[in-house]
């Protein structure tokens, strides 16, 4: 392999790696100059290779998708990991069914080496994809999209229908994307909220690019995964609660973290927070939660009311009763 070639190949993989290049950067990593970049990108061009260049000081080179689909370049891991993500994938949700993910399995299983076969069926061996059952249908292209858009920090205007079939226009920062239960699950910088929001997937219609990249916004994994539980234990609640805090809501919002949303002040010093659940023991749950020493009251219809207010009568007789022999 030539020198050439070789530069070709290596400029080849940087840009399958990040949507948008600057020139000088190329250059900088591939120790050549901007001119010597320029000749490269001719040359895949040449091989069918559609990339885009914009002029400027903020000007680069991004690999945009052509009529056919030009060879990968994919490294020992990566071809492992997409053979892995390919044979769960045939068992999971998505659009098209198995048949997609197996016929592209088998495009790449036989071109891999024996070497990478052998560690695809020794991982694949390990793996056991959980049960989908009836989840939600993901559209794989839309969850494509989303994660170049998050990989690029790159703003999206999305077109979401929510849970009681309401469609918008949101405008985010895609953040993270995570698999929770069984649903997938964007986590976002939302900007006309100008705040965090978690959307399903499966609720997105549609995905634009703007080509407007953004300045990620701090948030730990821990918060992450916080978030994205919150937005995987929500369902529909048979059972509607509120509670009034004594607590002003930014202090609400300080202890409760994610699971604050939906609280919402009641004056300077008071703070409402809706609860619920399948029956009144899930709504309790909810209300065990609320601070040490905070004094709250709760707004709960019949039965439930007489439900919970007998359940916490029995539990306050056993704690004042003395404790059963064998137990001492």
């Known amino acids: 392999m030539t020198d050439t070639t070789a530069r070709a190949l290596a400029l080849l993989n940087l840009l399958q790696t990040h949507r948008h290049w600057p020139g000088a950067?190329?250059?900088?990593?591939?120790?050549?100059?901007?001119?010597?970049?320029?000749?490269?990108?001719?040359?895949?061009?040449?091989l069918g290779y559609r990339v885009e260049s914009t002029p400027g000081a903020a000007g680069g080179y991004r690999l945009e998708a052509g009529s056919a689909v030009p060879p990968l370049l994919l490294n020992d891991d990566e071809a492992v990991t997409m053979a892995i993500g390919l044979r769960v994938a045939a068992t999971q949700q998505l659009v098209g069914g198995p048949d997609v993910t197996l016929t592209a399995l088998a495009k790449l299983e036989q071109v891999l080496p024996s070497a990478l076969r052998q560690r695809v069926n020794a991982l694949a061996a390990s793996v056991q994809a959980p049960r989908i059952g009836d989840a939600p249908v993901v559209s794989p292209e839309v969850l494509g999209e989303i994660a170049l858009a998050t990989r690029d920090t790159e703003r999206l205007r999305l077109r979401y229908v929510d849970g009681e079939g309401q469609e918008s226009v949101r405008r985010v920062e895609p953040h993270a994307l995570a698999p929770a239960g069984r649903k997938w699950f964007l986590l976002c910088w939302d900007l006309d909220r100008d705040d965090w929001r978690t959307f399903r997937v499966d609720r997105i219609v549609?995905?634009?690019?703007?080509?407007?990249?953004?300045?990620?916004?701090e948030i730990t994994e821990q918060e992450i995964e916080e978030r994205v539980l919150v937005a995987a234990s929500w369902s529909p609640q048979n059972v509607t609660a509120a509670a009034v805090m004594e607590l002003p809501l930014a202090e609400v919002q300080e202890r409760f973290g994610p699971w604050w949303e939906g609280a919402t002040p009641v004056g300077d010093d008071r703070t409402h927070w809706p609860v619920g659940g399948s029956d009144w023991r899930e709504a309790m749950y909810g209300l065990l939660w609320i601070p040490e020493g905070v004094e709250y009251t709760v707004a709960l219809s019949e039965p439930h009311r007489s439900e919970l207010r007998e359940a916490v009568g029995r539990l306050l007789r056993a704690l004042d009763a003395a404790a059963p022999d064998e137990l001492e």
């Open 206 to 217: 549609s995905v634009e690019h703007t080509r407007v990249l953004f300045s990620r916004h």
């Open 25 to 46: 950067e190329l250059a900088t990593r591939l120790g050549v100059t901007e001119r010597t970049v320029r000749r490269d990108v001719d040359r895949l061009r040449e």
